[in-house]
């Protein structure tokens, strides 16, 4: 399964609702870096981690963005989708990158989300 957990972060921090948690807990994400980028600089653009261990001890790369706002006139909280980076490189399998090519996932940080040598074969980031 590529999604490990879809999450709704509320403006507040605290978590709204989550695929995986049915729990009447208050949980704090305010403090991840997934909202807090949104927080500090609220562009309304995607962020996507660096891989960490996620719910289940699992490595995942989060991706996090806000809700569409009208003129981003107050901060209405972050959607988040937890991926596993294995399924990122099981699905570049499916992509012919020729006898000697590379393809990768890699963020503005030059961190490697995921990626497929062709040489080496599949293979995803190990935390």
Not at 78 to 90: A, E, K, T
Not at 114 to 126: I, M
Request: without cysteine; charged residues 25%; proline residues 9%.
């Amino acid at each position: 399964m590529p999604t490990f957990q879809a999450v709704v972060i509320g403006p507040d921090g605290y978590m709204m609702s989550s695929s995986l948690a049915d729990s009447a807990e208050r949980l704090y994400l305010g403090d991840r870096e997934h909202f807090r980028v949104h927080v500090e600089s609220d562009t309304g653009r995607l962020f996507i981690s660096k891989p960490l261990i996620g719910p289940g001890l699992r490595p995942v790369v989060d991706s996090a963005q806000p809700p569409d706002q009208p003129a981003r006139r107050f901060f209405g909280g972050v959607m988040l989708v937890s991926l596993d980076p294995q399924y990122l490189s099981d699905f570049y399998k499916t992509i012919d990158i020729g006898p000697n090519g590379l393809i990768s996932m890699t963020g503005f940080d030059g961190i490697i989300r995921a990626a497929r040598d062709r040489r080496r074969g599949p293979r995803s980031v190990r935390i």
